[in-house]
């Protein structure tokens, strides 16, 4: 998906309902400024327990806070709202929570408010699409106002960056008894709440009451701008200020333009192309494997303009559990075996629809596949449908092959393969529904080690037994990208894609 970014200078009484100011004014406040995002679709929702995708994280991750963080050079967790950590044993996680610090509400963070937000977000009647960030979790206890126990049935190495992860950010749990947090956010983040315009703009200010130093930012607007190309043409104009994922389409005419600097790095991002292996004949192996060596990655790849990786693992190289191994581990591109395959096994002719996202990179995959598998001897259409509704439709398994991504908040192999193609997470984040006992294991294995070289030994197992299986069929892994006025100070966005406005500020 495209979002970008638009700075714009603070003015006084001539502050536009939109959040865009006139270029260049000055803030009451010194050094203080606003900020209008656009991106081109709206957010799913605002809760970190009741969502699951990108758009909707670029929000919650300015409101909300999680226990832990990841440092954006080392990917390592470091404390955030936790103060400090012990394992008194390998199943024993205790927390000691930072103090006097208060939600947005006024209502106060401490270890009952822990509680309850990981309570809701096991809770099997309120489905969350990442409750399998705790699933190992057994019990989770107040042992004193500002220490919250959790116990694991087994050990869990993955915890602490399972605990950084934006969807085990904790809520208010005052605000989530009495209202729709997915509508209003209530956090203890640098960021607050003021308004979302559904289709149109999400509004946020400034926490003057933030338990750190207040941000420089006063205000954020996140504004809906359905076609890419007149956001774009708002950074040629001088209009907007950052860019971030830049669509490949548009890298050569922003590395181009005066004033912007543009960065490219290694993300932790992974693209797939994937079976619904509950239908057929998308459940047998040999038309996948069919599939596999008709359609080439490499195709698509090569439109990126170096935006995109090419590599048959899942597993990418800046997530924790990759083996060079498995880059080349996958079918490789082979269009006259893979119709012979077609052939030999019946599937001339067979009717596909390939469901597709309405983001520019995902209708780009769409149209690459349909023509390399009509290639093939396959009967392809493509479908598209808007973000959330999209989702929903992948969710609940009503496709025949579809086109995801996985941006891999946590950078860990293990909360990669477990909710996308763990059994446990059919229904939830395993949109393809692949149910493989002896891949569970493995996955299984590799979380319940504490021991991080056994980790990435089970890891690389299941990587290379996903490839083979053919779940999925990788098309690229990802490269995090900013198009940024030299002006700005201060933006971090790691190999995750992630960033936060909060350390922001201009020259």
């Given at each position: 998906?495209?979002?970008l970014?638009?700075?714009?200078?603070?003015?006084?009484?001539?502050?536009s309902?939109d959040g865009?100011?006139?270029?260049?004014?000055?803030?009451?406040?010194?050094?203080?400024?606003?900020?209008?995002?656009?991106?081109?679709?709206?957010?799913?929702?605002l809760?970190?327990?009741?969502?699951?995708?990108?758009?909707?994280?670029?929000?919650?991750?300015?409101v909300y806070?999680?226990?832990?963080?990841?440092?954006?050079?080392?990917?390592?967790p470091?404390?955030?709202?936790a103060?400090?950590?012990?394992?008194?044993d390998?199943?024993t996680?205790?927390?000691?929570?930072?103090?006097?610090?208060?939600?947005?509400?006024?209502?106060?963070?401490?270890?009952?408010?822990?509680?309850?937000?990981?309570?809701?977000?096991?809770?099997?009647?309120?489905?969350?699409?990442?409750?399998?960030?705790?699933?190992?979790?057994?019990?989770?206890?107040?042992?004193d106002?500002?220490t919250?126990?959790?116990k694991?049935?087994?050990?869990?190495?993955?915890?602490?960056a399972?605990?950084?992860?934006?969807n085990?950010a904790i809520?208010?749990?005052?605000?989530?008894k009495?209202?729709?947090?997915?509508?209003?956010?209530?956090?203890?983040?640098?960021?607050?709440?003021?308004?979302?315009?559904?289709?149109?703009q999400?509004?946020?200010?400034r926490?003057?009451n933030y338990?750190?130093?207040?941000?420089?930012?006063?205000?954020?607007?996140y504004?809906?701008?359905p076609?890419?190309?007149?956001?774009?043409?708002?950074?040629?104009?001088?209009?907007?200020?950052?860019?971030?994922?830049?669509?490949?389409?548009?890298?050569?005419?922003?590395?181009?333009?005066?004033g912007?600097?543009?960065?490219?790095?290694?993300?932790?991002?992974?693209?797939?192309?994937?079976?619904?292996?509950?239908?057929e004949?998308f459940?047998?192996?040999?038309?996948?494997?069919?599939?596999?060596?008709?359609?080439?990655?490499?195709?698509?790849?090569?439109q990126?303009?170096?935006?995109?990786?090419?590599?048959?693992?899942?597993?990418?190289?800046?997530?924790?559990?990759?083996?060079?191994?498995?880059?080349?581990?996958?079918?490789?591109f082979?269009?006259e075996?893979?119709?012979?395959?077609?052939?030999?096994?019946?599937?001339?002719?067979?009717?596909?629809?390939?469901?597709?996202?309405?983001?520019?990179?995902?209708?780009?995959?769409?149209?690459?596949?349909?023509?390399?598998?009509?290639?093939?001897?396959?009967?392809?259409?493509?479908?598209?449908?808007?973000?959330?509704?999209f989702l929903?439709?992948?969710?609940?398994?009503?496709?025949?092959?579809?086109?995801?991504?996985?941006a891999?908040?946590?950078a860990?192999?293990?909360?990669?393969?477990?909710?996308?193609?763990?059994?446990?997470?059919?229904?939830?984040?395993?949109?393809?529904?692949?149910?493989?006992?002896?891949?569970?294991?493995?996955?299984?294995?590799s979380?319940?080690?504490?021991?991080?070289?056994?980790?990435?030994?089970?890891?690389?197992?299941?990587?290379?037994?996903?490839?083979e299986?053919?779940?999925?069929?990788?098309?690229?892994?990802?490269?995090?990208?900013?198009g940024?006025?030299?002006?700005?100070?201060?933006?971090?966005v790691?190999?995750?894609?992630?960033?936060?406005?909060?350390?922001?500020?201009?020259?």
């Amino acid at each position: 998906m495209t979002v970008l970014l638009l700075f714009v200078g603070c003015s006084n009484s001539e502050s536009s309902s939109d959040g865009n100011n006139g270029e260049g004014a000055e803030s009451d406040n010194e050094g203080a400024f606003e900020v209008t995002y656009a991106t081109t679709s709206d957010a799913a929702g605002l809760s970190p327990i009741d969502t699951n995708d990108s758009v909707s994280s670029n929000v919650t991750y300015q409101v909300y806070e999680t226990l832990f963080k990841q440092n954006p050079d080392t990917l390592e967790p470091e404390p955030l709202l936790a103060d400090s950590y012990e394992n008194p044993d390998e199943n024993t996680w205790v927390i000691k929570l930072k103090e006097d610090i208060e939600f947005h509400d006024g209502t106060p963070f401490n270890a009952e408010a822990v509680k309850y937000t990981f309570d809701q977000l096991k809770d099997p009647e309120r489905a969350a699409p990442r409750a399998s960030l705790l699933a190992p979790v057994e019990s989770i206890e107040v042992q004193d106002e500002y220490t919250v126990v959790l116990k694991t049935k087994e050990p869990y190495g993955p915890m602490l960056a399972a605990l950084s992860h934006t969807n085990a950010a904790i809520v208010s749990p005052e605000a989530d008894k009495e209202g729709d947090i997915n509508k209003e956010p209530v956090g203890t983040g640098p960021f607050v709440f003021e308004s979302w315009e559904e289709g149109n703009q999400i509004t946020l200010k400034r926490n003057e009451n933030y338990w750190q130093e207040p941000a420089a930012i006063e205000k954020v607007t996140y504004k809906i701008v359905p076609e890419t190309s007149t956001a774009i043409s708002m950074l040629e104009t001088g209009e907007v200020q950052f860019i971030d994922q830049i669509p490949s389409d548009h890298i050569n005419r922003i590395e181009s333009l005066q004033g912007i600097e543009v960065q490219k790095t290694e993300g932790t991002r992974v693209s797939y192309l994937g079976f619904n292996m509950e239908k057929e004949p998308f459940n047998d192996l040999k038309f996948r494997q069919a599939v596999a060596y008709g359609v080439n990655q490499e195709a698509y790849v090569s439109q990126l303009n170096d935006l995109g990786v090419y590599s048959e693992s899942i597993i990418g190289p800046k997530v924790f559990g990759y083996d060079e191994e498995a880059k080349s581990a996958g079918y490789e591109f082979n269009p006259e075996k893979a119709k012979q395959m077609i052939k030999e096994n019946g599937y001339e002719g067979q009717e596909i629809t390939l469901l597709a996202a309405n983001r520019d990179n995902y209708l780009k995959m769409a149209e690459i596949v349909q023509s390399q598998l009509s290639d093939m001897g396959l009967n392809v259409s493509i479908e598209t449908m808007e973000w959330a509704s999209f989702l929903d439709v992948a969710r609940k398994g009503d496709f025949d092959m579809t086109f995801l991504g996985w941006a891999n908040s946590t950078a860990d192999g293990s909360e990669l393969l477990y909710p996308n193609l763990h059994s446990d997470n059919i229904g939830a984040s395993n949109r393809v529904r692949f149910d493989n006992s002896e891949f569970n294991q493995l996955v299984d294995e590799s979380r319940t080690s504490v021991d991080q070289e056994v980790r990435k030994e089970k890891l690389h197992e299941a990587n290379l037994l996903a490839i083979e299986t053919a779940p999925w069929v990788v098309m690229s892994h990802g490269v995090v990208t900013l198009g940024y006025d030299e002006s700005i100070e201060g933006l971090v966005v790691d190999p995750t894609g992630m960033w936060s406005l909060y350390p922001v500020t201009r020259k």
